[in-house]
């Protein structure tokens, strides 16, 4: 395995629109998936999809631990976990504001606007196939990651950039609390 490098926002690469995975079991998607956890653990991410290490296709790997969850029942936690040619389908109108960093931008975070209850499908390297309806953080981190697949980065989503800030600063006093969209 290997720790790899990520890009960071400006790179074009976080710009293109991903292509599907022909075979999710190849050892070469194998060999990139056991990478980019380790890559993501590395970093002390919570995802990380495949353009973010310079790999422009439809998978990305994430993990919601039970520290960073909402407490509601269907923000599901999840040990490491690889979703190959993702599928996603917002299932509410209205959007929450989300706290979000990126590590193709460090240092920073913002409040995001998401929807707060999603359902999404995928493969995994053997094949699986995952069908979830989720909330809370664990349906935020995937709307991010999915983003990333079309090539969309979490400040191309925000409304209000006064949510917007080095996570040294923001860490100094309370952080407002995000209300509507
Ligand atoms: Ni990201």
């Known amino acids: 395995m290997a720790i790899l490098k990520i ?3 400006g790179h074009p690469v976080l710009l293109a ?4 995975v022909g075979d999710p079991g190849s050892a070469e998607i194998r060999r990139l998936v056991a990478d980019m956890f380790e890559t993501m653990e590395d970093a002390q991410g919570a995802g990380l999809a495949a353009p973010q290490v310079h790999v ?3 998978l990305f790997v994430f993990r919601a631990v039970p520290d960073r969850l909402s407490g509601d029942e269907e923000d599901v936690p999840m040990p490491n976990t690889v979703v190959i040619n993702p599928e996603i389908e917002l299932l509410t109108n209205d959007r929450v504001l989300r ?3 990126c590590l193709s931008i460090p240092g ?3 409040a995001v606007p998401r929807a707060p209850r999603i359902r999404y499908t995928g493969v995994d390297c053997d094949g699986n196939r995952a069908e979830r309806v989720v909330s809370g953080f664990h349906a935020g981190v995937v709307q991010h990651e999915y983003d990333h697949l079309d090539g969309i980065l979490y400040p191309m989503r ?3 950039f006064s949510l917007f800030g080095f996570n040294e600063e923001l860490s100094r006093v309370p952080r407002p609390a995000p ?3």
């Open 158 to 160: 925000m409304k209000d």
């Open 108 to 110: 920073l975070r913002a």
């Open 99 to 101: 706290w979000e960093g």
């Open 179 to 181: 209300t509507g969209a």
């Open 56 to 58: 422009p296709l439809r």
């Open 7 to 9: 890009a960071r926002m």
């Open 17 to 20: 629109r991903c292509e599907p």
